[in-house]
């Protein structure tokens, strides 16, 4: 089918609504465009929109993957920092028992091939009162 022609391909969230941006401040996602999208060069499916918190900067760093220490391109990430994770990391962190908080609307549907929406629904992210 000539491009022109082709339908562009909605990406969607676990709700089955367009996905909603993660976060720009830093610039998340697989493609760093602030949005947890995926494709067949993401080989880790950073497709969950998380809340980070300590306990898991400091889990993902013993499993290998430091997300505190900046690095060229990187800022390192503090707890409150929303970032699209790996969907099997979060799912360690579940299992584990240090699962981040998730905010849905910005997490992509592919995640539900990894995790069901009713484990991440248990886990939604949601503004503290002030």
Not at 82 to 105: I, Q
């Amino acid at each position: 089918m000539p491009r022109a022609t082709r339908k562009k391909r909605r990406v969607l969230n676990v709700f089955g609504k367009p996905l909603v941006p993660c976060n720009i401040n830093p610039l998340t996602g697989y493609f760093r465009n602030g949005y947890c999208s995926t494709g067949p060069t993401d080989a880790g499916t950073h497709v969950v929109c998380a809340v980070v918190t300590d306990a898991f900067l400091q889990f993902s760093k013993l499993q290998g993957n430091d997300l505190i220490t900046p690095a060229p391109g990187f800022p390192g990430l503090k707890a409150g920092d929303k970032w699209c994770l790996c969907a099997h990391r979060w799912k360690e962190a579940y299992d584990a028992g240090v699962a981040p908080s998730v905010v849905l609307e910005s997490t992509n549907r592919a995640v539900l091939r990894i995790v069901p929406l009713k484990i991440l629904k248990q886990f939604t992210f949601s503004m503290p009162i002030v």
